[in-house]
C-alpha cells in the first residue's frame, strides 16, 4: 500500500512542495496526463521550475513519478493529489 505524506510523520519541519504543471483536480491515475510534465513551486506561478517523468503506478492505480528541479533529482517517488506532488511509500 502506498501512503502519502499526509498519513506518515517523518518528523521534518518544512520540507519543499511541488506542483503539477496540469489542470486535473483530485488523484491522477496512470495515463491520465503525458508521461512528462512541468513541476511547478506554486499553483499561481506557471513557469516550470523543473519537470516529472511518470515512471510506473500504484496497486491503485496512480500515477508514480520522479522529480527533477533543473539538474537536480529529487529523491523518492511521487503522486500527484489536487496538483500537489505528494510523497509515495
Not at 33 to 62: F, Q, W, Y
Request: hydrophobic share 40%.
Amino acid at each position: 500500500m502506498i501512503h502519502t505524506m499526509d498519513q506518515v510523520c517523518l518528523g521534518m519541519s518544512h520540507m519543499p512542495r511541488y506542483f503539477a504543471h496540469i489542470s486535473h483536480d483530485g488523484p491522477i491515475r496512470y495515463g491520465d496526463v503525458p508521461g512528462s510534465i512541468g513541476v511547478l513551486e506554486a499553483v499561481d506561478k506557471p513557469m516550470p521550475i523543473g519537470e516529472a517523468s511518470c515512471r510506473t503506478h500504484d496497486e491503485n492505480g496512480l500515477a508514480v513519478w520522479t522529480l527533477r528541479i533543473g539538474k537536480q533529482e529529487i529523491p523518492g517517488r511521487w503522486i500527484i493529489v489536487n496538483r500537489e506532488f505528494r510523497l509515495a511509500y
